[in-house]
């Protein structure tokens, strides 16, 4: 269980070779001060770099809300400007198989958010992204 004093930082990240290809996602959950470092990542078939990239944030969110218990502060960083302003509502979400992930991440947050978590998303530069960017970039060749 996680102190409520905590922050939990999620990085999340999507690749794909070929775009459409073999895709992959990968994430990482770390606290602030330290003691939590849950990393995973997957290979998801043949997909579009934006698929993968909400794959890893949807993938993230789900074990996040296994982690955390207590009212945390939550913050999310992906690479993706895509994905980060369509879930912040600044951009639209026109492609149908997007739609439906999207649809799917808002729930995860709108639960966090009902069990008293404090959401904010961030859009970063790959380099601060790196262990993401790389668990994603292998499980994308598996």
Do not use: W
Request: glycine share 8%; no cysteine; proline share 4%.
């Amino acid at each position: 269980m996680i102190d409520r004093n905590n922050k939990i930082i999620i990085f999340t990240d999507g690749a794909s070779k070929g775009n459409p290809g073999p895709a992959g996602y990968g994430y990482q959950i770390i606290s602030s001060p330290p003691g939590i470092d849950v990393r995973d990542s997957s290979n998801i078939g043949i997909a579009t770099n934006n698929v993968a990239e909400y794959n890893g944030l949807l993938a993230g969110l789900a074990r996040l809300i296994t982690l955390v218990r207590d009212p945390t502060q939550i913050v999310i960083k992906g690479d993706s400007q895509l994905v980060i302003k369509q879930i912040q509502g600044v951009y639209r979400v026109k492609e149908p198989k997007l739609q439906e992930l999207h649809r799917s991440a808002t729930l995860l947050i709108d639960e966090l958010k009902r069990k008293g978590h404090h959401i904010t998303l961030e859009h970063i530069m790959r380099e601060y992204n790196s262990v993401a960017d790389n668990l994603a970039s292998r499980a994308s060749l598996m």
